[in-house]
């Protein structure tokens, strides 16, 4: 494959943007989990997610484009990429593009200019209070942002394990741990070690797994 032109470089990261908003969206709208073993058509899909098909349709031949689903004529079915944004999958990834389309994170990004001009947080001109309580007055964000960390810390595991030797420690703290996923896969490839977990209490008071070693 022949290396891009500069004027293709310019054009496919100024409109980097679409494909990631196309995501987004089909993310939040579960089409993965609307797709089994055989392809459907965008009709077919539409109407089980009560959008517009002729819209579905162009947002899923771009996904397509990228390995994110797979085009068959008039039908799309599932690529590896795309298993995983099933709801379904032991590794699903699908709260993370959800996560990224939240509005709080789509209007930072669309005020990046501020951080570039004043060197302070874009978020500072989206919500000034911060973030975090950002998600307090937003419970429904707030979940689908914490499904997104525990994914991200799933998808992260086998990576971290394989460049860090943690069996020579005797404590290890994961701080703004999330649910212990990383944490507690930590602790099984260190058996001598104790782990504390440590993040905001309603991120504690909500974490399901369980592990003898680790104390929240």
């Known amino acids: 494959m022949s290396e891009p032109q500069p004027h293709e470089i310019i054009w496919n990261l100024t409109t980097a943007y679409v494909s990631s908003r196309c ?3 089909v993310a939040e709208l579960g089409v993965a ?3 089994a073993d055989e392809p459907l058509t965008a009709a ?4 089980r997610c009560d959008v517009n098909p002729a ?3 162009r947002v899923l031949q771009l996904l397509a484009a990228h390995g994110i689903f797979e085009r068959a004529g008039d ?3 599932h690529t590896a990429a795309s298993q995983l944004l099933r709801s379904d999958h032991p590794m699903s990834m699908r709260a ?3 996560a990224m389309g939240l509005p709080i994170f789509w209007k930072t990004f669309g005020n990046f200019e501020h951080a570039v001009r004043t060197g302070s947080p874009a978020l500072e001109a989206v919500e000034p209070a911060g973030v975090w309580a950002y998600f307090e007055d937003h419970p429904r964000e707030t979940e689908v942002f914490g499904e997104a960390m525990t994914a991200k810390a799933g998808a992260d595991i086998a990576s971290v394990l ?6 020579r420690f005797n404590t290890v703290a994961d701080i703004g741990g999330g649910r212990g996923h990383l944490l507690a896969a930590v602790l099984d490839a260190a058996p001598s070690a104790q782990g504390i977990l ?5 991120v504690i008071n909500n974490i399901t797994i369980k592990h003898d070693r680790l104390t929240p």
């Open 33 to 35: 989990d609307q797709i």
């Open 44 to 47: 077919e899909l539409a109407a």
């Open 23 to 25: 995501l987004h969206v």
């Open 198 to 202: 440590f993040d905001l209490p309603e």
């Open 55 to 57: 819209a579905l349709d």
């Open 96 to 98: 993370f593009p959800r």
């Open 75 to 77: 039908r799309f079915g």
């Open 162 to 167: 394989g460049a860090y030797d943690f069996s």
